[in-house]
Every structure is written in structure tokens, then in C-alpha cells.
């Protein structure tokens, strides 16, 4: 399941239809990779107010959300048997296993591998 950031737009922040919008754009593109400056253009303001905004909304910067969402993909392909880390890493958008394991070592405490003995 993704996590779905909670929305404090009465202290600022995007409103609840852009914040829909941009958690949409990263979503569908997931697996790309992703620009601050085309999500910002999605919703029609530029990158360093979007930044801003978005972390004013969720708590998080918009490129800890894409990981946190990319990882919870890792996770659910880890429990597929025979699928091999490199092909988990390029279906949850990180540019290669280093990268992949490094941000997935990270956020869960355990190895890729150590995850997907464990699922």
C-alpha cells in the first residue's frame, strides 16, 4: 500500500485538488524519472515554491516522498518469487542497484535481499 501523505493546508501548503494532482503525476510516473520542475508545471508554479508548498502540505520534501513511494513498489515486487533485485530496482524507478539498495537499506534496516528471503 503507498503511503498518502496528510494534507495541513490551513498552515499553507497546496491545496487539496493540486496536492491530488501532483501525488497523481508522481504515481503515474513512478518508474521515470521525475523532474521538481515538470511536477511544478503540472500544477503551474515554479519549482521552488512547489518544494515549498509541498512540504508545508505532507511534512516531507517531494523527493523523500517519490523514494518513500518507489520502496513500498520495491516492497511488493520483493514478494513476487524469481524476480531478481536489478529488475526490482529498474520496475520501482531507481536508476540502478546501488542507488535502489543503498535508499531501500535506508528506509526498511534491512538489504534488498534480506527483505525478499524474509517475504
Request: proline share 4%.
Amino acid at each position: 500500500m503507498f503511503w498518502a501523505p496528510k494534507v495541513q493546508t490551513p498552515k499553507g501548503g497546496l491545496s487539496q485538488k493540486k496536492l491530488n494532482q501532483v501525488i497523481d503525476y508522481i504515481q503515474i510516473n513512478l518508474y521515470q524519472e521525475l523532474r521538481l520542475a515538470t511536477i511544478a508545471q503540472e500544477i503551474g508554479i515554479n519549482q521552488s515554491y512547489f518544494c515549498t508548498l509541498f512540504k508545508q502540505s505532507t511534512g516531507i520534501t517531494p523527493y523523500q516522498y517519490t523514494l518513500l513511494q518507489r520502496i513500498e513498489r520495491a516492497k511488493q515486487l520483493l514478494k513476487q518469487p524469481n524476480i531478481t533485485i536489478v529488475d526490482v530496482a529498474i520496475q520501482s524507478g531507481f536508476a540502478n542497484k546501488s542507488h535502489f539498495t543503498k535508499h531501500f537499506s535506508q528506509f526498511t534496516g534491512v538489504t534488498p535481499k534480506v527483505y525478499q528471503e524474509q517475504a
